[in-house]
C-alpha cells in the first residue's frame, strides 16, 4: 500500500505545479462513416495548430477543449479519405462529421499515416494497437493469420517458446495478461497447446496491448491488457469472407438485417489435421512396430448481433465459443484432453445528452478442461473449471475545461472447479471422487480524468477501488497516472505510474499454454499478487511525418508471486494451498521503437534489453528456492530483437518480412550426479545435482520468416493467395534440452549422459486462399 499513497501524494503535487488553463471550450460530436450511418470507433479527430487531439469512443463520440478562435479541424480513420474542415470556436459547439470511403489505396496509406501523429500526441504510453489488415500481410506459420503472434513483434512482449501465441509482457507470466473479446474475459487465448489463439482474424477488427499506464477501467491482472474488438456487421450488403489453409479453413458471414438499424456477424473456424492423420493410421494399423499418430483439432465459432433501437439507445450481443480435443489411442490405453472458453455479453450503449453517455454490460464466461484416461478396466476424468457471471456500466463524461471524465463499476461471481477427480471401474466395484468448489466474489470501481491543460500538458490520471471476498476479504487502491509533454510539434515526453491487482491465480505444471491449467481464487492464505510499474519516455516525429522512434524505460515490482514446492502434487490435492510458495519480483529494462507507416514501404524495428527476477524465500530453508535467492525467470530474454517490413511491389503484389532474435530461455542444467548401488552390488542408479534454480541458458533463438500477397483480381468482391515461408533459412531453434543416457552395450553400465536439443520447426512453406464476396 505504501506505492500507492507515494503516488497519491506526487499526483497532487503535479496538480498544484499544474498552471490554470485558458478560458476552454468544449467541441464535441460523433464522427460517422457515408452512406451507412455507422459510428467510427477509434477515430482520430485532431487540431494540428494546438497540437492537441482525442479518439472516438465506442459511440463514435469524441470531444476536444480549445480556446476561442478559428482552427482546422482534421479527422481521418484507416479506410477513409482525411475529413478536413474549418470552424470558429466562439462557444460550447457540437460539431458532428462525416467521412467518406477511400477512393484508392494511395488515400488511403496517406490516412494511416496520421495515427503517426495521434501516437505522438496521445497522453497514453506503452500501448500497442494493430489491425487485422495489417496481421494479414505478414507471413505466419502454417498460413495461419494470428494477431496475438503479431504483438509478439512489438517491443517489451515475448512469446513463451517457438511458435506459441502466449505474452510475456515485461517480465510477467502469460496468466497476468487481461485479455478481453468485446469487454468480455477469456482465460486461456490459446489453441494448439499454445501455438494459436483463439481470435479469428476475419472476425477481428482491431487489438489494443496495453504495457504499462493502464487506464483505471482495466483491473484484475499485473503485467498487460490485451482489448479485443470483434468486427460489427456490414451495414450494406451481406457479404463473406474467408480461407482455405493447409491446417485450417474460416467462414464470415456478415451484414444488414434491417437496413441502418440491425446488423450480424456469425464466423467459424476448424483444423482438419485430425482428419489426415486417421486416415494415417487406418493405413498403418497392424503394421509392425505401428504407433498410432494423436488425434487433434480445434473450432471456434464467433457471433455478434447489433441493433440500433433509436438515435440514443443502441443494443450489442457478443458470443464466442472454442474447443480443442486431443486423443491418443494404443490397445488398452487411451488418453484425451479437451478444453475451451464460451462467453456472451449483453451490452446497452446509450447517449444521455451531449456531454454525458454510458456502456452496461451482462456477461457469462467459462473455461473448462477435462483429461480423460482409460486403462484396461479403469478409467478416470480430471476436470478443472471457471465460470464467471459479469454486471459492469461505464459512463464518459465530457467537460469544459479540458476534461473528458470516465467512470465506473463493476461486480463478477467466480465459481471454481479444482482439481475435480472421478476414478471408476467397468463394474463399479471401486469408485470414487476427489476436488475442492470455490465461490468467490470480484469488484471494483474506477474514475479516470482526461485532461488537456494546453496544448502542450495533458494529463490521464485516476483511482480505481478493488476487492474480492472468499472468506476473507481483501481490499485494494490502485492508482494510475500518465503525463504528456509536448516539446515541440514532433517530440513529446511521457511517463506513467500504474498500480494492478490480481485475486486469481494460475496453477500449472508448465510455463508453456498447455491445457493443465488450474485456476485458483485468493484466499485467507493465499493473498492477492500486486504489481507497481514506472515507466518514461520520449517520442519523436521525423522524416516529414513517415517515422516515428519511442524510446521507453520501465521498472517493475511484484509482490506474492506464486510458485511451487519441489515435487508438489498440484491435482487430487485437498490441501493444494500447503504446496504454495510466495515470492517477490522484478523486471525492468528499455525498449526502443522505430516505425514507419507510410510510402510503398513501411514496417518497424524494435529492440527491448531486459531484466526478469523472482525470489522465493521460506520458514523451512529446504523449501526455498534457488537458496532464497533472486534467480532469472524462464523468459528472462537479454535482447530481443525485430525487423518487420513490408513493400508493395506493385498494387496486386506485397512482399513481407518479419526478422526476430532473442537471447535463449534460462533453464536449469544438473552440474554433477552421483551414482549408488544396491544392497548386491548389481544395479547402480544415478541422482543429478542441481546448483542454481535457471543458471543456465539455451542457444539464442532468431529466424526469418518471409510472404508475398498476391491480390487476385475477381469480378466481384475480392481475393489473394499470400505464399509465406516460415523459417527461411532453417534455424533449428531450440524448444528444450533433454539428457540422453549412454549405455555400455556389454555390461549396461551407465558411461555418460550426452544434452540433446529438440527443435520443433524447420523450414514451413504454406499457402493460402483468401476471399471476401
Known amino acids: 500500500m505504501r506505492y500507492s499513497y507515494y503516488c497519491l501524494f506526487l499526483l497532487f503535487l503535479i496538480l498544484l505545479a499544474v498552471p490554470a488553463a485558458a478560458k476552454n471550450y468544449m467541441l464535441s460530436g460523433i464522427v460517422r462513416a457515408a452512406g451507412t450511418n455507422e459510428v467510427l470507433v477509434g477515430a482520430t479527430v ?88 495489417e496481421a494479414k500481410l505478414l507471413p505466419a506459420l502454417f498460413g495461419e493469420v494470428d494477431l496475438i503472434k503479431t504483438l509478439q513483434l512489438k517491443p517489451g512482449v515475448q512469446s513463451g517458446g517457438e511458435g506459441s501465441s ?102 467459424g473456424r476448424r483444423t482438419y489435421v485430425d482428419i489426415f492423420t486417421r486416415q494415417l493410421n487406418r493405413i498403418n494399423e497392424g503394421k509392425k512396430d505401428y504407433s498410432p499418430i494423436p488425434d487433434y483439432y480445434f473450432y471456434d465459432l464467433n457471433g455478434k448481433l447489433n441493433y440500433k433501437i433509436g438515435e440514443k439507445d443502441e443494443l450489442i450481443l457478443s458470443s464466442y465459443w472454442g474447443r480443442d480435443f486431443f486423443t491418443f489411442k494404443d ?59 459479469t454486471l459492469k456500466t461505464d459512463f464518459d463524461l465530457f467537460l469544459t475545461g479540458g476534461h473528458s471524465i470516465k467512470f465506473g463499476a463493476s461486480a463478477t461471481r467466480h465459481y471454481f472447479t479444482v482439481g475435480r477427480l472421478n476414478f471408476d471401474s467397468d463394474d463399479n466395484s471401486l469408485s470414487f471422487g476427489a476436488g475442492n468448489d470455490y465461490d468467490a466474489t470480484e469488484f471494483g470501481a474506477y474514475v479516470a480524468d482526461d485532461y488537456q491543460v494546453n496544448a502542450r500538458l495533458s494529463l490521464n490520471y485516476g483511482l480505481r477501488f478493488s476487492g474480492f471476498n472468499n472468506g476473507k476479504t481483501y481490499f485494494a487502491l490502485e492508482p494510475r497516472v500518465a503525463a504528456k509533454y ?37 484466499s485467507a492464505y493465499v493473498k492477492p499478487q500486486r504489481s507497481q510499474q514506472v515507466a518514461a519516455g520520449v ?37 493444494l494451498e500447503a504446496e504454495f510458495l510466495f515470492g517477490k519480483g522484478r523486471s525492468y529494462g528499455n525498449e526502443v521503437y522505430l516505425e514507419k507507416i507510410k510510402g510503398r514501404t513501411t514496417g518497424w524495428v524494435g529492440y527491448t534489453l531486459s531484466w526478469t ?135 549396461g553400465q551407465t558411461l555418460k549422459f550426452q544434452a540433446k536439443q529438440v527443435s520443433l520447426f524447420p523450414t514451413i512453406p504454406s499457402v493460402t486462399y483468401n476471399f471476401k464476396f
Open 486 to 522: 509536448n516539446l515541440s510539434e514532433n517530440t513529446s515526453l511521457k511517463g506513467s505510474f500504474a498500480s494492478m491487482m490480481q485475486y486469481v491465480h494460475l496453477v500449472a505444471n508448465s510455463g508453456a499454454s498447455l491445457p493443465t491449467d488450474v485456476w485458483y481464487p485468493s
Open 46 to 133: 485532431a487540431v494540428p495548430g494546438l497540437q492537441t487531439g482525442t479518439t472516438t469512443n465506442e459511440g463514435g463520440f469524441y470531444s476536444l477543449a480549445l480556446p476561442q478562435g478559428t482552427y482546422t479541424v482534421q479527422a481521418s480513420y484507416i479506410g477513409y479519405d482525411t475529413f478536413s474542415g474549418s470552424i470558429r470556436v466562439t462557444g460550447n459547439q457540437t460539431y458532428n462529421i462525416t467521412l467518406a470511403p477511400a477512393s484508392n489505396e494511395l488515400q488511403v496509406v496517406e490516412i494511416e499515416a496520421q495515427t503517426l501523429r495521434q501516437k505522438l500526441n496521445d497522453t497514453r504510453m506503452s500501448v500497442e494497437k494493430l489491425t487485422t489488415k
Open 539 to 575: 517520442s519523436h516525429l521525423f522524416g516529414d511525418g513517415k517515422f516515428l522512434f519511442t524510446n521507453e524505460v520501465y521498472y517493475k515490482w511484484m509482490e506474492r508471486q506464486i510458485d511451487f514446492r519441489d515435487g508438489a502434487n498440484l491435482f487430487v490435492n485437498d490441501d
Open 613 to 747: 527476477y523472482r525470489k522465493f524465500d521460506s520458514e523451512d530453508p529446504a523449501d526455498a528456492i534457488n537458496n532464497g535467492n533472486w534467480f532469472p525467470t524462464r523468459y528472462d530474454r537479454r535482447h530481443d530483437l525485430s525487423v518487420v517490413l513490408l513493400h508493395q511491389l506493385s498494387k496486386r503484389l506485397n512482399l513481407t518480412g518479419a526478422f526476430t532474435y532473442g537471447t535463449g530461455n534460462a533453464f536449469s542444467l544438473p552440474v554433477a550426479r552421483f551414482a549408488f548401488q544396491d544392497v548386491q552390488g548389481q544395479r547402480s542408479s544415478v541422482v543429478p545435482v542441481y546448483s542454481e534454480r535457471n543458471g543456465f541458458r539455451l542457444a539464442p533463438n532468431h529466424r526469418l520468416d518471409l510472404g508475398l500477397v498476391w491480390k487476385l483480381n475477381p469480378k466481384r468482391g475480392s481475393a489473394d493467395l499470400t505464399f509465406s515461408v516460415y523459417n527461411a533459412y532453417n534455424r533449428r531453434n531450440p524448444y528444450f534440452v533433454y539428457f540422453d543416457q549412454i549405455e555400455d552395450e556389454e555390461s
Open 166 to 267: 502466449g505474452l510475456y509482457v515485461r517480465g510477467g507470466g502469460p496468466d497476468q495478461n487481461l485479455v478481453l473479446l468485446d469487454d468480455a474475459l477469456i482465460y486461456n487465448p490459446s489453441h494448439l497447446f499454445g501455438f494459436f489463439s483463439v481470435f479469428n482474424s476475419d472476425a477481428v477488427k482491431s487489438v489494443e496491448l496495453y504495457k504499462g499506464g493502464f487506464p483505471a477501467q482495466f483491473g484484475g491482472r499485473l503485467s498487460s491488457v490485451v482489448d479485443v474488438d470483434m468486427a460489427s456487421g456490414n451495414n450494406e450488403r451481406v457479404q463473406a469472407t474467408g480461407g482455405l489453409g493447409l491446417i485450417s479453413s474460416r467462414l464470415t458471414l456478415d451484414g444488414p438485417i434491417v437496413k441502418d438499424k440491425a446488423t450480424f456477424l456469425i464466423s
Open 331 to 389: 490397445d488398452d490405453f487411451r488418453i484425451g484432453f479437451d478444453w475451451g472458453n464460451s462467453m456472451a455479453s449483453l451490452s446497452w450503449r446509450h447517449k444521455y445528452n451531449d456531454r454525458l453517455y454510458s456502456t452496461t454490460s451482462a456477461g457469462i464466461t467459462k473455461y473448462k478442461y477435462a483429461i480423460n484416461n482409460e486403462i484396461d478396466i479403469f478409467s478416470f476424468k480430471l476436470t478443472s473449471d471457471i465460470e464467471d457471471y
